[in-house]
């Protein structure tokens, strides 16, 4: 199954003829995505990687009897006009690859979205992949790689993953797959402090998800989305075992580290307070980002024993 | 700096029509005199720093008279919080308050929306009181509803007389929130006045980074999130930022107090921000202390690796150099083992190096790493996906501690080869000058020489390297010609050199 992403799904990429568009393209087609178009303002009628482009999200979604899901490669100030450009052309998932897109255009986007029944990954995400599948963004980097790193669905020992982090969704992936479990998919939420899919929103997706067993968080200090996602497992809205890893037990109030959401304000988004919230909900909380595939075949080793 | 001084933040509000006290922000304590002189009566100095609980860390004093001001504006111009020393002071008149309120507007990650807090008792100790602040929500094109916020003031003490200024304010507060597009900006107190005015007593200003190159309006200077003024190195590396958009390049001092206490103060070179955040976790649970926070991902180009490197090791009384991102990281690392390799070399290393470069491509650059530095004092070992971060930082204790020289990254200096600067054939590139000793050059290392640029050189006829292309096309081509440099020097023929001067460490000003 997978969630979001399989290779059923009609992908699209605005900006592909920018040098980003260009290479996460081929990546994307060759690791088995279904590619359908592309479009840049002015460009219509080029062809990339094997893609025909168009001028227009409307015009690719006309060719194609409709597109699942648009993938956005270009210049942060212009991502809020491409995604509503996309919303509005009917597309119903949009990721948002570029980083430093201005909090209140993401609050545009989100607003947009919500009035048409939309939803969002990113700004500032590497997109998702569903290993044996397909991979809209650009995680793993190469088709190989990614082939590679990543072990498809094993019955029965499948996770999950959601990360804030983008490196560290191919971490998690990586290390998780060495440790033998299959991973259904990889969703980097990104890491800003306004984003549209976040983890209990994805966790829900997977909660529902037959293929995964159980799911795995990269989670960081800031914003509340490792807490609200404690408060679904406290309300008995996602049963699957959850492990996740904390990053920034080091930082300090007031000072961010990258990641636009990676900020402590007053006593909100603390590590500690992340760690407390999804511990009493009952998750697994590693204290080192290498006991994580421990923890997480611990997860099925006792579901076996009990 | 992406947070403006509360005298900044009143003006902002003053230009919208929002009444704020009379007064001024000074920095010497004539100014003072004279702006309390000017102004009469009682007035109250405020230090503008962005600390909480200021009143009571000493940061607000009352004056009755201008001499008394001067006085007070000493005391306060020689106070330093934590590594914020204050350079400017606000002096006002004092306001005949009447009544208090806590008005703030930041961002619900969950609504996906500003949020307005509003609660009338206002005033200080607003972070005992969370449970009883009103939460209104805000539409991002719409602002905050009237109807909510009367209905707030409705059920609150304050008499209603007073409620159509506090709306109209609030309002206000609201909209210019939005219009500087700011991550926070609260105001607390807003208060009415004995004549029944609503006045802006406090305010807080946070603007979203990412939204600065929009606002030239507010002056700010360096748009980093940041809880000090920045440092000459941070302003240094906003520069090397801003001059460079391939990639991410990120560099904040952090607070070293204790570190002698610690097993010594290490340089940090992070790649993305969760990895870069997991491994500075490992490097603290060894036992060191972290001078910087710095990361460079998102592929960066090699000069931009390179000058991080360059300002990371600018800074005082580095012990080592420890970098990781990921681990597993989707871009091919060789560029960035390239920058660090020239950095390293530019500089004759002598502190012990640690660097995890797993992810794509990650057996080549672990090789063009170490083998580049291996003329060098220091050890310098690099590391793959396979090589969790806990053995990483293990290793780097394990380099710091064999370690018999006292020597820190204070008696670093850089060289760069004689023929720089000299009659060699150079050829400009953004940002700098490549340099090639031609006359060291022969038929069989020029061939090699156009294999390293990708093309770029290629052999003029006699055997020496000249442009294969126009020098417009290599204005960007660091990566390469760096690549050059470096894989000359590994075959012991150091005749390529890439002259990327930092603005401010190599050369005078011109930074950010």
């Known amino acids: ?306 | 700096m992406a947070r403006l001084h509360e005298y900044q933040g009143k003006a902002l509000l003053k230009q919208r029509g929002i009444h704020v006290p009379d007064g001024q922000a000074i920095t010497t304590p004539q100014q003072a005199h004279d702006v309390a002189a000017e102004l009469g009566g009682r007035v109250v100095l405020k230090v503008q720093a962005w600390i909480t609980g200021r009143k009571a860390l000493g940061g607000v004093l009352f004056a009755d008279t201008p001499d008394e001001a001067k006085a007070h504006a000493e005391t306060l111009l020689a106070m330093r919080f934590g590594n914020f020393p204050v350079s400017e002071v606000l002096v006002e008149q004092c306001l005949d308050i009447a009544h208090e309120l806590f008005v703030s507007q930041s961002i619900d990650d969950a609504a996906r929306a500003p949020m307005l807090l509003l609660d009338c008792a206002g005033g200080s100790g607003i972070e005992d009181r969370a449970d009883s602040v009103a939460r209104l929500a805000v539409s991002v094109s719409d602002g905050v509803n009237e109807d909510d916020v009367k209905a707030v003031l409705a059920a609150s003490e304050i008499p209603a007389q007073h409620h159509g200024a506090l709306v109209t304010a609030i309002q206000a507060i609201a909209t210019t929130a939005r219009e500087c597009e700011a991550r926070a900006f609260e105001v607390n107190p807003l208060v009415v006045l004995a004549d029944g005015t609503a006045c802006a007593a406090d305010c807080r200003v946070t603007i979203d980074d990412y939204a600065v190159f929009r606002h030239p309006e507010l002056g700010i200077e360096i748009a980093r999130e940041l809880d000090h003024p920045a440092t000459e190195l941070e302003r240094i590396a906003y520069g090397v930022e801003q001059a460079d958009h391939r990639g991410t390049f990120y560099f904040a001092q952090l607070p070293t107090d204790g570190h002698e206490d610690t097993k010594g103060l290490a340089g940090f070179h992070g790649a993305g921000g969760g990895g870069s955040m997991m491994s500075m976790d490992a490097v603290t649970n060894e036992g060191f202390t972290l001078a910087n926070f710095c990361d460079t991902s998102g592929n960066p180009s090699a000069a931009k690796v390179y000058r991080a490197a360059r300002i990371i090791l600018s800074q005082d009384g580095l012990t080592g150099y420890f970098g990781s991102g990921s681990g597993v990281a989707s871009q091919e690392q060789f560029h960035s083992a390239y920058g660090l390799a020239k950095a390293f070399n530019e500089m004759n290393m002598n502190l012990p190096v640690v660097i995890r470069l797993g992810g794509n491509a990650e057996d080549r650059a672990v090789e063009i790493l170490e083998d580049a530095c291996r003329e060098l004092p220091a050890h310098v070992e690099g590391y793959r996906k396979d090589d969790t971060p806990a053995f990483c930082g293990g290793r780097f204790t394990a380099l710091v501690q064999e370690r018999t020289d006292t020597s820190t990254s204070n008696d670093l200096a850089r060289s760069v080869p004689d023929y720089v600067g000299g009659n060699a054939e150079a050829f400009p590139i953004e940002g700098g000058h490549v340099w090639i000793d031609v006359e060291s050059c022969d038929t069989e290392l020029t061939a090699k020489m156009a294999d390293w640029s990708s093309g770029l050189l290629k052999d003029d006829g006699t055997g020496r390297p000249t442009l294969a292309v126009d020098e417009e096309e290599v204005a960007k081509a660091d990566s390469e010609f760096i690549a050059c440099e470096i894989e000359c020097l590994r075959i012991g023929r150091p005749v390529l050199f890439v002259d990327l001067p930092i603005a401010g460490i190599d050369t005078d000003g011109g930074a950010a």
């Open chain 1, 1 to 306: 199954m997978a969630i979001l992403i399989d290779e059923t799904k009609k992908v699209m990429i605005q900006g592909i003829t920018g040098r980003e568009g260009r290479a996460r393209t081929k990546l994307m087609r060759e690791f088995g995505t279904n590619v359908v178009g592309g479009c840049t303002p002015g460009k219509g009628g080029q062809d990339v990687e094997g893609i025909h482009v168009h001028d227009t999200v409307a015009e690719v979604v006309e060719a194609n009897g409709g597109v699942d899901v648009s993938v956005v490669f270009v210049p942060a100030r212009l991502v809020k006009s491409a995604a509503i450009e996309a919303i509005e052309a009917g597309v119903k998932l949009i990721m948002l690859v570029p980083d430093r897109v201005p909090l209140w255009d993401a609050m545009g986007i989100a607003e947009v979205a919500a009035d048409h029944g939309a939803e969002f990954i990113g700004p500032n995400t590497l997109g998702v992949i569903s290993p044996g599948r397909a991979v809209p963004g650009m995680i793993g980097g190469r088709a190989e790689s990614a082939r590679q790193w990543f072990n498809e669905p094993i019955p029965g020992r499948t996770v999950g993953v959601i990360s804030r982090s983008g490196g560290m969704s191919s971490s998690c992936g990586y290390y998780l797959s060495r440790a033998g479990l299959g991973i259904s998919t990889i969703c980097h939420v990104g890491g800003d402090s306004v984003l549209g899919l976040t983890f209990p929103e994805v966790a829900l997706k997977f909660q529902d998800d037959p293929e995964t067993d159980a799911i795995v968080l990269f989670g960081e200090i800031g914003g509340s989305m490792e807490e609200r996602l404690a408060d679904l497992m406290a309300a008995g809205r996602i049963t699957k075992p959850v492990v996740a890893y904390i990053g920034g037990k080091a930082a300090r109030e007031g000072t961010r580290f990258s990641h636009a959401g990676a900020i402590i304000e007053g006593d909100r988004g603390t590590h500690a307070g992340k760690v407390r919230a999804l511990t009493q909900a009952g998750a697994v909380v590693v204290d080192g980002f290498g006991d994580l595939p421990e923890a997480a075949l611990g997860v099925f080793e006792n579901a076996a024993r009990s």
